[in-house]
């Protein structure tokens, strides 16, 4: 088996998807916001592109959350905020979700033979499903507005450390050997750390540090959502 990093959104080439199980991580905030999602009830994430594509799929069973560029969408429920998701039970709704990075990077490796979403919330969780399924595996950092965001490297870098672990012989291109080696070298700042990452300044600049604090917890949880025709849900329901 082999594993491939991929550094942002822009980045993806098509033989890093086709045949592959793909994680998408996101961890500022998309790939955290949907985990915490299908932890608290919701039975499915539709992730999709535009403000108005979410409004007009807003029925009585579904909640409208998303943000561009940070901030909440007029019209709708909620933020992409996993802190403020995790306060409520939302049990048998959908939540259509629309995101900046994450639900884009979700559409374009689509044609994955499976496609998870991972962050630091649910590394381990999303590791051992990849060694189950058995292909070669593409970790896919969404990066913030066409940049790599250190967050999602890192997150990428625990997973790598973890598959290692789990499966010695793994063979990795060279970006993840170094995603591997920084997040070995800065896991003791966590969650402290994400305070400090482009998007982490953007989100307390915007009041969203309670996220900040929460995505940075490893392994809290066991859910590993997949992509199923156009919806995300729960690998395990
Ligand atoms: O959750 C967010 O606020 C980010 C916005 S950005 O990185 O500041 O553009 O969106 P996401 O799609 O979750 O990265």
């Known amino acids: 088996m082999r594993i491939d990093t991929v550094a942002t959104l822009e980045d993806i080439q098509e033989g890093q998807i086709d045949n592959r199980t793909v994680i998408v991580i996101d961890v500022l905030r998309a790939s955290s916001t949907i985990v915490t999602a299908l932890e608290s009830g919701f039975t499915s994430v539709i992730p999709v592109k535009t403000r108005n594509e979410a409004l007009t799929m807003r029925s009585l069973n579904s909640i409208v959350a998303g943000e561009w560029h940070g901030k909440k969408l007029d019209g709708f429920d909620y933020n992409n905020s996993p802190s403020i998701l995790k306060k409520k039970i939302h049990t048998g709704k959908k939540l259509i979700l629309t995101t900046t990075n994450g639900t884009r990077a979700i559409e374009k490796a689509a044609s994955a033979y499976k496609l998870l979403i991972g962050c630091f919330l649910n590394a381990s969780a999303c590791v051992k499903e990849a060694i189950n399924l058995n292909r070669n595996l593409t970790l896919y950092c969404a990066g ?94």
């Open 144 to 237: 913030t507005r066409s940049e790599f965001a250190l967050e999602d490297g890192l997150a990428a870098g625990l997973m790598v450390s973890i598959m290692r672990n789990r499966v010695p012989s793994i063979e990795t291109c060279d970006f993840s050997k170094a995603m591997e080696a920084c997040y070995l070298q800065l896991a003791n700042r966590l969650p402290h750390l994400l305070y400090s990452t482009i998007t982490g300044k953007r989100l307390v600049k915007n009041l969203n540090t309670e996220d900040i604090k929460y995505c940075g917890h490893v392994d809290i949880s066991n859910m590993v959502p997949i992509l199923i025709e156009n919806r995300i849900v729960s690998i395990h329901p």
